[in-house]
């Protein structure tokens, strides 16, 4: 599983990072993810996150 977040659409809320902080990190407003591929054991966690996000902002694939 990847991710990534449109950070036009990301509006810094923290809601992903507050969810999964092995992923998603959020600096200068903005959500960056940490990892190039998620780890097996935080695919749940990071798909709560994408689920979660209130802009939509994250892809999963
Ligand atoms: S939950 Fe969505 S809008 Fe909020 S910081 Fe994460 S990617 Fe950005």
């Not at 092995?22 to 200068?28: A, G, K, N, Q, S």
Request: proline share 5%; with cysteine.
């Amino acid at each position: 599983m990847k991710v990534s977040v449109d950070l036009d659409a990301c509006v810094g809320s923290g809601n992903c990072e507050a969810t999964c902080p092995e992923v998603f990190e959020v600096r200068d407003g903005k959500s960056h993810v940490k990892v190039a591929t998620v780890p097996a054991d935080l695919e749940d966690k990071a798909q709560e996150a994408v689920d979660g996000c209130p802009m939509g902002a994250i892809s999963a694939s």
